[in-house]
């Protein structure tokens, strides 16, 4: 997948990676970023593109602007996060200085967040419009062919809250949850 917020400059380069690894099974998809969207929909969408081609590995040079370089560095930093949840690794990030000169690689690629399996699928049920403790009981039990309790899900749910992944606003006497913008740019897409 190439990114970048320049589609000429993309797809000279998309058929230059093309002729470079022909006879490997390397898929390119040409990908052009809108600068109006927001941080977190860039890289949402960006991480379920990614996601939906899974298993895969996933190599990330960063070069270009600011603003494709801030994308493209959450982007690794969210992947790292969520990747053994969803069967896609980050091989390789690199950033391309603006001398030309040789990429410097990033040692590590850190996680956002520290997320357990059932953390994270609590809050992909969330955002998919699960939002109370209830329907994510009933949620996770059809979508993972897995049974939780609510005693569980309730703990788990105060566990993402800590971490900044969630919100809790009541109506009545029951606690809805929704997302938040970490939420959305570690597991919504």
């Not at 992944?165 to 939420?183: F, M, P």
Request: with cysteine; proline share 4%; aromatic share 6%.
């Amino acid at each position: 997948m190439l990114v970048s917020v320049s589609s000429d400059a993309l797809n000279a380069l998309a058929e230059f990676v093309k002729q470079v690894y022909q006879d490997l099974n390397i898929e390119v998809k040409p990908i052009t970023i809108n600068t109006q969207v927001s941080l977190v929909d860039s890289v949402s969408m960006l991480r379920g593109m990614i996601e939906g081609n899974a298993p895969c590995g996933v190599v990330i040079g960063i070069a270009g602007d600011r603003w494709l370089t801030t994308v493209l560095s959450f982007l690794a930093m969210a992947l790292a996060t969520v990747g053994g949840f969803v069967n896609v690794s980050v091989n390789r990030v690199f950033i391309m200085p603006s001398d030309k000169g040789e990429p410097a690689n990033w040692p590590v690629t850190p996680r956002l967040v520290d997320l357990s399996l059932v953390e994270y699928r609590v809050l992909k049920l969330i955002c998919n419009g699960y939002s109370l403790a209830k329907e994510i009981v009933k949620g996770y039990a059809s979508r993972f062919n897995e049974a939780i309790s609510l005693p569980a899900v309730e703990r788990t749910l105060v566990k993402l809250r800590v971490k900044g992944l969630v919100n809790g606003k009541h109506s009545g006497r029951t606690l809805v949850y929704e997302e938040t913008e970490l939420g959305r740019l570690v597991a919504c897409s």
